[in-house]
């Protein structure tokens, strides 16, 4: 299974929205999560089961989709996002399918 | 608090190797799958090996089978990686993550800080 995400690079002023794509091969159904990771630290849970947001993070943050589309939008850019986000899915073998990433940048 | 402490890596050069430990401290630990994820230097996120909690499954990425053992002692709570006959292409920081259950498949809800393992002669 391949997980690609869109664009490779997001370039966004801070306030304004950010839209992410992540699309599966094969059937993924909700078992999608996303992960930010910015330089030098390691990845943090975002979002589980394609829509639930994990503990502590932020609102602005939401996830859509199932099967094998699947949205990040983040509602109001602040400072603290630009990062690299990772979509996973985990409901087909084998266990940790990671998209290539997507890296918000500041516009 | 959940917590994930990587250690032992370090610079080997082709066709050694090296242990991976990671120390887990703030859940249930034989209750879930422990992960290891790396990633290559300006590259993205590879799955690599996973212990399941419970039964204990072993599962491994093509490109470590043979060559890497995952390995747990749920007494200590503590993971290890034994990577044996280490190619260039191993060169990356090598993450322990906990499993949302425990089984092998699922997402990863905590990470450790990563530890760095660099291959080269």
């Known amino acids: 299974i391949v997980m690609t995400q869109s664009p490779a690079t997001l370039s966004v002023s801070p306030g304004e929205r950010a839209t992410l794509s992540c699309r599966a091969s094969?059937?993924?159904?909700?078992?999608l999560a996303w992960y930010q990771q910015k330089p030098g630290q390691a990845p943090r849970l975002l979002i589980y089961?394609?829509?639930t947001r994990a503990t502590g993070i932020p609102a602005r943050f939401s996830g859509s989709g199932s099967g094998t589309e699947f949205t990040l939008t983040i509602s109001s850019l602040q400072s603290e996002d630009f990062a690299v986000y990772y979509c996973?899915?985990?409901?087909?073998?084998?266990?940790?399918?990671f998209g290539q990433g997507t890296k918000l940048e500041i516009k | 608090e959940v917590q994930l402490v990587e250690s032992g890596g370090g610079l080997a050069p082709p066709g050694e190797s090296l242990r991976l430990s990671c120390a887990a401290s703030?859940?249930?630990?034989?209750?879930?799958?422990i992960s290891w994820v790396r990633q290559a230097p300006g590259k993205g996120l590879e799955w690599v090996s996973t212990?399941?909690?419970?039964?204990?499954?072993?599962n491994y990425a093509d490109s470590v089978k043979g060559r890497f053992s995952i390995f747990r002692d749920n007494s200590k709570n503590m993971l290890y990686l034994q990577m044996n006959s280490l190619r260039v292409e191993d060169t990356a920081v090598y993450y322990c993550?906990?499993?949302?259950?425990?089984?092998?498949?699922?997402?990863?809800?905590?990470w450790g800080q990563g530890i760095l393992v660099t291959v080269s002669s």
């Open positions: 094969q059937y993924v159904s909700s078992n």
């Open positions: 089961g394609a829509s």
């Open positions: 993550a906990k499993g949302d259950t425990v089984t092998t498949l699922g997402y990863f809800d905590c």
């Open positions: 996973q899915q985990y409901n087909n073998w084998p266990p940790g399918t």
């Open positions: 703030g859940f249930t630990f034989s209750n879930y799958a």
């Open positions: 212990f399941s909690g419970g039964e204990g499954n072993i």
